[in-house]
């Protein structure tokens, strides 16, 4: 069964980088997509970034900060985080997903958690 295992968190000072990455089982063109979610202390489960065969997008809270991208010989998704905020402190996770006569199944890794604080 697919199985999505991250790596990468910790904690960083602000304007810091952290690099997370998120292995799969199996190939990654087994997924639709992949992307990752944050979720903060007492706030919703947010998107911060996929990327598919149409390319990639992202949270504007993270744009031009954060690059996702992906290694298929590796099987490996990553996500690169530069220019770190105390606001992007919660515990993020890796997500792929298929689509199959239009029913959604998502697949996630155990969540790691990034702090970023001085």
């Known amino acids: 069964q697919a199985q999505l295992v991250e790596s990468g968190g910790g904690l960083v000072q602000p304007g810091g980088s952290l690099r997370l990455s998120c292995a799969a089982s199996?190939?990654?063109?087994?997924?639709?997509?992949m992307g990752w979610y944050r979720q903060a202390p007492g706030k919703q489960r947010e998107l911060v970034a996929t990327?598919?065969?149409?390319?990639?997008n992202y949270a504007d809270s993270v744009k031009g900060r954060f690059t996702i991208s992906r290694d298929n010989a590796k099987n490996t998704v990553y996500l690169q985080m530069d220019g770190l905020k105390p606001e992007d402190t919660a515990v993020y996770y890796c997500?792929?997903?298929?689509?199959?006569?239009?029913?959604?199944?998502?697949?996630w890794g155990q969540g790691t958690q990034v702090t970023v604080s001085s």
């Open positions: 990327i598919t065969s149409g390319g990639t």
């Open positions: 997500n792929g997903f298929t689509v199959v006569f239009s029913v959604t199944r998502n697949y």
């Open positions: 199996g190939s990654l063109f087994g997924f639709k997509g």
